[in-house]
């Protein structure tokens, strides 16, 4: 791990397209602004693992589940052709 000090104003530059800005410090907490390109998705850790959490439970469906996923979609298949 890398381990960097900043102070108020001061940036961190990761590649070509990330800056990380020191906006505010007050007390324990550390106010960062972040500049990257839309396509690089940036999230608090938390809010992270909790997506990763989600993504986890969404990709384990029981079999059952399918079949009838299935068949609604042969259902909406079948009226889409008529």
Known sequence: MLVLTRRLKEAIQIGDDIEI???AISGDQVKLG????KHVEVHR??????IQ?????????????????N?????????KQA
């Open 21 to 23: 800005n020191v906006l």
């Open 34 to 37: 972040i500049n990257a390109p």
């Open 45 to 50: 850790k938390e809010v992270y693992l909790a």
């Open 53 to 69: 959490t989600e993504n986890n439970a969404a990709s384990h469906v029981s079999k059952s589940s399918l079949e009838q996923l």
């Open 71 to 79: 068949e609604q979609l042969k259902q909406w298949k079948g009226g």
